[in-house]
């Protein structure tokens, strides 16, 4: 490996990347990821260690707990390629130093070497998390030897090496062969759901595992995903075979061939990593900040006809704003994509969960009692107001501004209708989520259609009175400074407060329902009649305070 | 006309960046608006255009107050900020719908927009990529354009020329001097002196917060009695403070 790779190794990771820590100029933000780091990754790990622990309890009984080391690495590997998908495109095609890069006298092999090392410093931590509980509860249960933590030790450096590589190769050859690396934004998006897609699968089949978690059921899954993971393992990365099979018999002679095959096996694919990137990657990375033009002029007559069309500012402004919640991938997923997330998360965890079947159960019984109509048609309405209140659309849409606040200070468009058009834009998503919300939730509890169109048609008053105080949330605590879009909506505390408000008013709402089990006209009158006065009440408080807040407010 | 009586800003209570002016900024000339850095040129625009409040004074866009009759008053103006790097993510012709709406332009005047001032500035092939995909001066330019759209009677500049091609700077010029000869408002600032020496009719000189000097460049020429350039003149102007 050549110093130079080494050096600019060294240099990237003082630069802050590897911990995803870059671009945090403050100290705030730089405390926070540090306890995320030390609270919800230890917390992970002692689940996993517990989930380890027992899963070796019942794999003794049919002698197979070599299992454990196996999945151990399966697992890991995995993780590691499908963060390392992301990881690899934003480090070696999206990071800002690329260019600089760039023009310095630096091989191409010297770059992705060194691109390569600083992602796996970053695997690491992965590794540690996944592999070590696996290491230390074997090798205390198992009463190992002190070759099972050498071997262990070395396994624990290589097993970035094969699925981070794999990772970089399909990167580097999409980036070549299409134009993904020009289209940072779709990339990002398609990438953002994808990874929330999966996060939300793996924890879903966590939470099945453990809740279904009994010994014939343990073993019954054991023999079938014994083979799934095998296949994984000798599929995917065929090279982890031989780690398990070297920390498995650490005694002979086979033991210690299999690790140093391994190791070189692991080593050949980071050099053979590195001749590709002498081939690809250059051509991929350059130009990456060229303009992305089609010059359709197919469409040149129909946006012209598109253009002539004159509508009002209201509808202008409201599409303008959810153009750019679609289009900027950190809002299209924290703020688009959570309204449907969210609902979808709450509905299997009510049926899921250890409880969950009772909670359907028990829905069922109750659609069928009468009496009962008016609980759930204001359930579904809290339902409507959580929806509304945890996604961050019309909390941050102020925030959002940033900057460009003073563009919206010199177009002659009264504050008053730049409010509605906000809270309007941030309302259509929420309806959107809700109507999704109630068909699953429909499908589910097999509500009875009246009652699903009859939420629908009170619900909307929860959302829009969430939706009103969350524009007055941020006009009064925008956070207009950033430098970064992540900021203006991840690290905005509105979000976090319209979620309390949200959560206080849904469950005062659920908290009628069951204090006064009201009949069903009576419930759809009384929640009427107090959403549209919370509504009224607010709605002149934007008209008054609001507008006077936006006025004052300077960028 | 654009017309500050006693205008008056300070930023966080102690930073005085606009102190006291009058300016009255005629109709039919190019008005030019120099000053160092952080004399409070831009300070001074934005609270012409309503993005900034006014601590004290009185700010008139064609005889209408901007605080009491603030959309009436914004109507007038058509502005061109100092940084074109705004809507990146819309189209180019998607930026033009949303300031015609916003403008209430009429399908009439839109079409004769895409007819006249986009060939003009050579963007009629790049109206349906994104704004992110511009270059600098390519930036500039769709928002030359949406300033114009609904035909200002008050046309407000910040640092109009930093990135534009000769080709579009001179159309620039000539836009500027066409309005000025109709009867309109032109105002704008610049750091770039040998153009306000050019195509000003007026000018006026700021420096911290207070203006030190406005009217023609004959004028400024007499006061400091000597047949000096701009440049010069406007160094030592500076200096003296």
New interface residues.
Partial sequence: MSNKTLLLTRTLIRNGEGFGIKGMKNKVSKVLFALMLMIILPGLVVMFSFFVNSAYSALTAIGQEGVVISWGIAIASTVIFLFGIFYIAASFYFSRDVEVLLYLPLKPRQIVGAKFLTAALFEYLITAAVFLPVVIIYGIRSAAGILFYIYSCVVFVFIPVVPLCLAAVLVMVLMRFTNASKQK?TFSIIAGTLALILGLGINLTVQKFIINMNPQELEALIMKGENTLALLTSGIFPTARWAVSALLDTVTTAGFLNLMLYAAVSAAVYILLLFLGEMVYLKGVVGLSE???????Q??TE??D????????L???TM?EL??LF??PIYFLNCVIVNFIWPVLLLIYMVMGTEGADIQGTVKQLMNNPDIAGTIFLFGIALFTFVAGFNGTVSTSISREGQ?L??K??????YRTQILAKVLSGFILSIAGAVFTLIAATAVFKLPLYISMLILAAGWMGMLFISFVDILLDLYNPKLDWDSEQKAVKQNLNVVYSMIISSIVGGLTIYAALQFSPGFIAAVLSSILVYGVLNVLVYLLLRKKGVERF??L?? | MIELIGVSKTYGGTVKAVDNIDLTIPDGEIFGFLGPNGAGKTTTI?MI?????ADSGTIKVNGIDIKTG???A??Q?G?V?DSPN??L???G??Y????????????KD??QV?DDLVKNFGM???????IQ???HGMRQKIVLIGSLLHDPSVWILDEPMTGLDPRSSFFLKEMMRKRADSGKTVFFSTHVLDVAEKICDKVAIINKGRILFCGTLDEMRNSSKKDETLEKLFLELTENE
Avoid: C, Q, W
């Fill in positions: 934004d303009t992305v033009s089609k010059r359709n002029k469409n040149k946006a012209r598109k253009f002539l069309k004159k509508h009002s500012a509808r202008t402004y303008l153009k750019l289009r900027t460009e003073f563009i200070k010199y177009i002659p468009v009264s006025g004052r300077e960028g | 934005k255009t309503g993005i900034l409040n603030p959309i009436e914004k109507r103006i502005f900020p705004m809507f993510r819309l189209k012709i998607e033009l719908r949303f300031m015609a709406d916003v403008y209430d332009v009429s399908p839109r079409a895409i009629e092939d790049v109206l349906n990529d994104r995909s511009y270059s």
